[in-house]
């Protein structure tokens, strides 16, 4: 390895959209075997940064140099001819072709446009094989879950012999089980000399497998040094610009409440099955359900959604029975409001103004004779955008055009306008920058302060040690585990019930 | 190659909106009404190329020639509107619309009465809208191939009631839709403009018409929304059903007879007017006025071109181009919302 020369150099990369200045003059450089993080809130100029190395945008000033030769990308297909390869958040792959087959892609063996499915697979094997990954090639893609799908990618880039790696929050949707298997495979490329550039929400993840951390705030690196010289703490005060807040946001000991949601022997037995489930969230509490990807903790918040007909067992919401579950209106009536973990597909209506966003699930109660009560409507919205401390334009904006932070303050805003009984969130602050997280946080607080139950289904184990007062672990469709007050330091012994690493 | 996210928004966190006011915002318009007040400037357009190779073009007698003329599909829009919104398409109108023209004759003959008659076509066209929509809603088959089943049905229904030939009404001074005027203009254009007024304040002002654009614009949230998306899904079809069916009456007592043949294209040209208008393909997005406006657009092509003795079937064609173009211009103004 020549020591001299990085794998790559960027230097005054600058871009503007209109007025705004989304890069300005960002300087700095990769070795071969380096993995650094590019951190950032939503905002800050990460992607816009990955999509100038990724060959997707041009930049209007500044140089990027692979191996010492300045180059620039025409287009996603010159950076990938430059030993570039970029694997954003959604995948991009051919759904209905085999593991295989996507790995070849591009550059299918055999010749005069002959190709076999033999070869394919040999080709492939081999690849696989180089990297000691362990994947069902013959397969279709589309039936693999997101975790392989991934490693896919990852070979798909590295049989293409790339040296350099960007990948955009690879683990924002991976359990951690995966996610530890992904940051494993990271290391190894490394270790085999290829560049890795590493975006990430996740600070845990930066200070395991990283080795630099540049912190991008505003457009400009803010800060870039190696991770064994600096702290979470002092990075999230990069990101912020400010010295963070206490993040530990579960309350004190909480005298006995009355119930106000009470689940005995829920079962499912579908995939992901659930097993004799009973739990209760009091008045005013926040219980966590931990649990990873296909744990059963999402279809105990999906049912209780009303998603799901097929589980047995008792509800009760504030002292009354349900008798049944079985449509996201029933558990409306019920008075459960339920915040989906997808805010795109399943939360909002990106078109919708917010005003409408916030007043979909209780139009019923804005309608007079079937019209809607505007005035009423608005000063509704009004209520709640500043409930959820929402910042908009106007709140005639399009929903869809706020950032993530934004637009999930929303989903939670309309669910708060029914005044449920109790809030069921999933996934209440993925893929959301660490101010807007810390908002969120402290307003679902203020909620059960206010006396709102609360049952919160996370596979963030910061967010469910942090938020929860009593903590629940799912495990194959069981709670195995339950931590009364957690704190940070509960943080293990919820991952090791959980499943997690040892 | 697609990537997660298009331009970047800035973060509104930081109050930045993103790039510079655009033009719009600075004159205090919606997306919504410049776009309708650009559709109508090409109907100027229109308007003032036809007046130029032919005088006679903008006569007020002629305007209403056009009104009158274009209320048919304009009443067969304003339902296929409802359609497109919430996601869908309904192809049976061109089967539905020769069904109500032959009914509306064949009960008209047989002394119902004008009114009773009306009620009854529209109440047929209804029952084939449930039907739809519970193909659509309950059996979950796509739009285009339910209505596309329902299209050769209700149209064949029509040839067999008609018996494969016309049905002139029995007594023309009597009771046919057009014997009423209203300060000189056929009441078949009041008929258009009325529903066109109501269509709007439904989509705008209640609680259906919300929960419309919600259904259309993400079906799943507005599910978890506890929105009814299957019930709001079969109104829509039923609207579209009653809707076709009265336009069909209309065309009738216009020809004078009911024909099993007249109106089976009202499905292109009616989606050709509402995506005119501005209606996305994807559904959630459109409304009354830019359909009223693509209507009168496609009226008044069709108008010139006769006035110029251009033959029906350039006519034909050139529908087919206008759906061509507007469905172009909708994409592009779709992926330019998704990438911002």
Partial sequence: ?502 | MKTTTGAPVGDPAVGAPGAGPSPRRRLGLSEGALQTLLLFGFLVLVAAYFTSRDPDFLTSRNAVNILVNASVIGIVSLGQLFALVSGGFDLSVGGIVPLGGVGFALLVNADYGVLPAVVLVLAAGGVWGVVNGLLIAKARINPLIATLGTLSVTGGLALTLADGVQVPFVDVADGVLTRRQLFDVNNHVWIFLGLAVVVFLVLRYTSYGRQLYAVGGNKQAARLAGIRVDGVTVIVYVVSGALAALAGAVLASQLLTGSGTAGTNSGLQSITAVILGGAALSGGVGGVPGTVIGVLILGALANGMAILSVPSFYQTMATGAVLLVAVGISQFRSSRRAAS
């Fill in chain 1, 1 to 502: 390895m020549d020591a001299g020369t990085p794998a790559l150099s960027v230097d005054g990369l600058g871009k503007q959209y209109g007025r705004q200045r989304v890069l300005e003059s960002v300087s700095f450089s990769l070795r071969r075997g380096e993995v650094a993080a590019l951190l950032g809130e939503n905002g800050a100029g990460k992607s816009t940064m990955a999509k100038v190395l990724a060959g997707a945008i041009s930049p209007d000033h500044g140089t990027v140099a692979v191996d010492g030769r300045p180059v620039t990308f025409a287009s996603p297909r010159s950076a990938l001819l430059q030993g570039i390869s970029f694997m954003p958040q959604e995948l991009i792959y051919v759904p209905r072709l085999t593991v295989a087959e996507n790995i070849c892609l591009g550059r299918l063996p055999g010749r005069l446009g002959s190709t076999s499915p033999r070869a394919i697979r040999r080709r492939a094997q081999d690849e696989a094989q180089t990297f000691d990954l362990d994947l069902p090639l013959d397969r279709s893609m589309d039936s693999l879950p997101l975790a392989q799908q991934q490693q896919v990618e990852i070979l798909k880039a590295l049989a293409r012999r790339s040296r350099i790696l960007l990948l955009d929050e690879p683990t924002a949707a991976l359990s951690s089980r995966d996610s530890d298997q992904l940051l494993q495979l990271t290391t190894t490329l490394a270790a085999r000399g290829v560049a890795v550039l590493y975006i990430s929400h996740r600070l845990d993840e930066v200070f395991r497998v990283c080795d630099t951390a540049h912190v991008l705030r505003n457009g400009r690196l803010v800060s870039s040094s190696p991770v064994r010289d600096t702290s979470p703490r002092e990075v999230i005060e990069h990101m912020l610009g400010r010295p963070p807040e206490e993040i530990d946001f579960s309350s004190e000991a909480r005298p006995q409440s009355r119930p106000v949601l009470e689940l005995t022997g829920w079962h499912r037995d579908r995939i992901p099955a659930l097993r004799d489930v009973s739990l209760v969230v009091g008045e005013g509490e926040i219980v966590g359900l931990y649990g990873v990807r296909g744990s059963g903790a999402e279809t105990i918040a999906e049912t209780l959604g009303g998603l799901h007909a097929d589980v047995t067992g008792g509800t009760v919401v504030s002292g009354r029975p349900l008798r049944h579950l079985s449509t996201p209106l029933a558990a409306h009536r019920a008075g459960i409001s339920y915040v989906p973990a997808d805010r795109k597909s399943q939360g909002l209506v990106a078109i919708l103004p917010i005003v409408q966003s916030l007043s979909l699930a209780v139009l019923r109660s804005l309608t007079r004779l079937g019209v809607v009560r505007r005035r009423r409507e608005a000063a509704a919205a009004a209520g709640l955008a500043e409930q959820v401390q929402l910042r908009a334009r106007s709140l005639t904006q399009p929903v869809g055009e706020l950032s993530g932070g934004n637009q999930q303050k929303v989903l939670v805003g309309s669910r708060l306008a029914a005044k449920p009984k109790v809030l069921v969130l999933q996934e209440p602050t993925r893929g959301v920058d660490v101010g807007a997280r810390l908002e969120l946080h402290r307003l679902l607080r203020a909620l059960a302060d206010e006396g709102t139950g609360q049952l919160l289904v996370t596979s963030d184990v910061e967010e469910a040690v942090g938020l929860s007062d009593r903590l629940l672990v799912v495990r194959d469709g069981r709670i195995v585990h339950e931590i009364t007050h957690p704190t940070h330091a509960s943080q293990p012994e919820a991952l090791q019930a959980a499943g997690g690493p040892e």
